[in-house]
Every structure is written in structure tokens, then in C-alpha cells.
Nanobody, 123 residues
Framework: QVQLVESGGGLVHAGGSLRLSCAAS????????MGWFRHAPGKERVFVAA???????TYAEFVKGRFTISRDNAKNMVYLQMDSLNAEDTAVYYC?????????????????WGQGTQVTVSS
């Protein structure tokens, strides 16, 4: 049974940083593409960052240079380092797994999702 559990969200001032963690079980990260998405109130769930099929990384334009996705395969952990946060980054952040390793930005192509962690940035 696949389980993804996010943590690390919270309240931060604009310009601050947070590091989100995603603990994965029931999957082998080296054989699974992992991604981060976010869902802000009144908006659709959108892509934030992911590992590509070749093992590289890809980011949404609005987080490039500010967010960094990383992983520790030995610990089955995925991380999202978020720097220079602003109020527009306020959202629930979700970790997701694509067992077909497509490395897509489309939420519909991800098989498994965590419960989300709230990030609130005060301006």
C-alpha cells in the first residue's frame, strides 16, 4: 500500500523559507517519479516541481530559482526547499507519485497523493 505523508508546512513571513518533506512508503523512489503540487483557495491544483523521467528536475516558472526539489532514495524521502516565499505561495502543498515515471506536470498522471501540508506566507 502506497502512502505519502507531507510535513514541514507552517506560517512564515514574506521573504522567508520553509522545507517540506514527503515520507514515502510502499514505493521505491528510484523507480517512481515524484512531484510537488499546490492548491490555493479558489484556484486549481497546479504543478510546482518534479523529477523528470531521466532523473533531472523540472519546475513551474513561478518557482524557478526559489524552490528546489530533492530526494533521498535511501530514506524514501522527497523534499521541497522553498526560499524567498511570497504571499502568492500560500497554498496546500501536495506530494505525488507517478509509478509510470512520466515526469509530467499534469496532476492527472500521478497515481498517489499525500494529504497535503498548509503553507501560509504573511506579507
Amino acid at each position: 500500500q502506497v502512502q505519502l505523508v507531507e510535513s514541514g508546512g507552517g506560517l512564515v513571513h514574506a521573504g522567508g523559507s520553509l522545507r517540506l518533506s514527503c515520507a514515502a512508503s510502499g514505493v521505491t523512489l528510484s523507480r517512481t517519479t515524484m512531484g510537488w503540487f499546490r492548491h490555493a483557495p479558489g484556484k486549481e491544483r497546479v504543478f510546482v516541481a518534479a523529477f523528470t523521467r531521466s532523473g533531472g528536475t523540472t519546475y513551474a516558472e513561478f518557482v524557478k530559482g526559489r524552490f528546489t526539489i530533492s530526494r533521498d532514495n535511501a530514506k524514501n524521502m522527497v523534499y521541497l526547499q522553498m526560499d524567498s516565499l511570497n504571499a502568492e505561495d500560500t497554498a496546500v502543498y501536495y506530494c505525488a507519485a507517478d509509478s509510470s515515471r512520466r515526469g509530467s506536470s499534469r496532476p492527472a498522471l500521478y497515481d498517489y497523493w499525500g494529504q497535503g501540508t498548509q503553507v501560509t506566507v504573511s506579507s
